[in-house]
T-cell receptor, first 113, second 114 residues
């Protein structure tokens, strides 16, 4: 597509529930990134995919967070047993590779109540 | 580990006035540096980037930034601000190693008065 698409744009869930956030990158972009942006903060790195594999998942806060990119295109960020502290905007970005610039999606605003 | 500092949380300027947003970084080698802008409810839009070469880089919407290695700075400037420039501005440094991830500053919120 023309840009990075993230769905849903807003998600409200109850504490303890499971959620999935989807990212559809720009066609042909091999690199895909997930970031989390809390209120009043800059985005924080979560995970980076090169193709289908997670090249760096050092930013995932704990084992409740998991992401996949099975066919090297669409990615899903999965959060188990959500907590109120998980409330944030989750941003996805894609790129042709290092140093080539990133295109960000509009984000998914997750609210855990 | 790399880090980015944006010392100004909030700046207010009058329309037509000049603007400078400060950014200092910490990184072991020559970094890749970026400025992004974020309007409310929107994603991040790239304003400009520095990889190498000329230390004064031009971006979109009339913005420019200057890389100063001696000061570890990458300040964003605009000679004449427009009301539509009101937004949040983020400076970021890219890991030039294998991880290729961005580290962002905490952002500067720009308010423009008419």
């Amino acid at each position: 597509g023309a840009g990075v698409s993230q769905t849903p744009s807003n998600k409200v869930t109850e504490k303890g529930k499971y959620v999935e956030l989807r990212c559809d990158p720009i066609s042909g972009h091999t690199a895909l990134y997930w970031y989390r942006q809390s209120l009043g903060q800059g985005p924080e790195f979560l995970i980076y995919f090169q193709g289908t594999g997670a090249a760096d998942d050092s930013g995932l806060p704990n084992d409740r967070f998991f992401a996949v990119r099975p066919e090297g295109s669409v990615s899903t960020l999965k959060i188990q047993r959500t907590e109120r502290g998980d409330s944030a905007v989750y941003l996805c970005a894609s790129s042709f590779g290092q140093g080539l610039g990133y295109t960000f999606g509009s984000g998914t605003r997750l609210t855990v109540v | 580990a790399q880090s980015v500092t944006q010392p100004d949380i909030h700046i207010t300027v009058s329309e037509g006035a000049s603007l400078e947003l400060r950014c200092n970084y910490s990184y072991g080698a020559t970094p890749y540096l970026f400025w992004y802008v974020q309007s409310p409810g929107q994603g991040l839009q790239l304003l400009l980037k520095y990889f190498s070469g000329d230390t004064l880089v031009q971006g979109i919407k009339g913005f420019e930034a200057e890389f100063k290695r001696s000061q570890s700075s990458f300040n964003l400037r605009k000679p004449s601000v427009h009301w539509s420039d009101a937004a949040e501005y983020f400076c970021a440094v890219e890991d030039t190693g294998t991880a290729s991830k961005l580290t962002f500053g905490t952002g500067t919120r720009l308010q423009v008065t008419l």
